[in-house]
C-alpha cells in the first residue's frame, strides 16, 4: 500500500500569509495525487486534482504542485474562510486509496 | 446540481449490523463509480469500499473486509453499504463519494454523512 504523510500536523497563520503544505508519497505516484479541504462538521471538498490541476469554482489562490513523491499545496493569501483541515489522496495505485493523515490550519 | 444524501446511521450494538444509503441525484448515477469513505470522530478520512458503475467491480479495505458490503441500484439512483459484525473502531461518519474523471481520478462530489456509533 501506498503511504502518504503530511507535514505539518497542524500550522497557525494569519489572514493574508502565505502558506504551504507538503505531503509525501511512500513511493512514486507520477501526478495521481488530489488535495482536499474540511471544515468542522462539513464533508470534504475537492481542491486540486492531477497534482496542479484547480478544481471548477475553487479560488485561484490555491495551488498545487508536484510529481513523483513530492507535492506541495499553496495558499498563496489566507483568507478567513480558509481555516480547515487539508488532506492528499493519491489515485495512482489502488486498491487502497490512501489519505494523508491532515493539515490542520489554524488562525495565529 | 449534483446531490449525495446519505441516510441509515445511527446506534448499534457491538456485534450489529446497520444499513446505509445514499441517495443521488442530478447526474446519470449509473455512468459514475461510487465509493465510502469514514471518518472517525477527531481523525482523518480512511477508505472503505469502491463500487463500479455497473457494479461488476467492487474493493474493500482490509479493515472491513469480509464484514461490510457495499452494493447499488442504478434504476433507483441509490448506493448501499450493509455493515455486518460491527466494531467499536467502525464508529464513523460515513461518507459517500462520487469518483470524477479528468486527467485522473478523484472524489469530485461528497455526500453530507451519516453517523454510525457502535457502542454498548
Known amino acids: 500500500d501506498i503511504q502518504m504523510t503530511q507535514s505539518p500536523s497542524s500550522l497557525s497563520a494569519s489572514v493574508g500569509d502565505r502558506v504551504t503544505i507538503t505531503c509525501r508519497a511512500s513511493?512514486?505516484?507520477?501526478?495521481?495525487l488530489n488535495w482536499y479541504q474540511q471544515k468542522p462538521g462539513k464533508a470534504p471538498k475537492l481542491l486540486i486534482y492531477?497534482?496542479?490541476s484547480l478544481q471548477s469554482g475553487v479560488p485561484s489562490r490555491f495551488s498545487g504542485s508536484g510529481s513523483g513523491t513530492d507535492f506541495t499545496l499553496t495558499i498563496s493569501s489566507l483568507q478567513p474562510e480558509d481555516f480547515a483541515t487539508y488532506y492528499c489522496q493519491q489515485s495512482y495505485s489502488t486498491p487502497p486509496v490512501t489519505f494523508g493523515q491532515g493539515t490542520r490550519l489554524e488562525i495565529k | 446540481e449534483v446531490q449525495l444524501v446519505e441516510s441509515g446511521g445511527g446506534l448499534v450494538q457491538p456485534g450489529g449490523s446497520l444499513r446505509l444509503s445514499c441517495a443521488a441525484s442530478?447526474?446519470?448515477?449509473?455512468?459514475?463509480?461510487m465509493n465510502w469513505v469514514r471518518q472517525a470522530p477527531g481523525k482523518g478520512l480512511e477508505w472503505v469500499s469502491y463500487?463500479?458503475?455497473?457494479?461488476?467491480?467492487?474493493y474493500y479495505a482490509d479493515s472491513v473486509k469480509g464484514r461490510f458490503t457495499i452494493s447499488r441500484d442504478n434504476a433507483k439512483n441509490s448506493l448501499y453499504l450493509q455493515m455486518n459484525s460491527l466494531r467499536a473502531e467502525d464508529t464513523a461518519v460515513y461518507y459517500c463519494?462520487?469518483?470524477?474523471?479528468?486527467?485522473?481520478?478523484?472524489?469530485?462530489?461528497w455526500g453530507q454523512g451519516t453517523l454510525v456509533t457502535v457502542s454498548s
Open positions: 513511493q512514486s505516484i507520477s501526478s495521481y
Open positions: 463500487i463500479s458503475s455497473s457494479g461488476s467491480t467492487i
Open positions: 492531477a497534482a496542479s
Open positions: 463519494a462520487r469518483v470524477g474523471w479528468y486527467v485522473s481520478w478523484y472524489f469530485d462530489y
Open positions: 442530478g447526474f446519470t448515477f449509473s455512468s459514475y463509480e
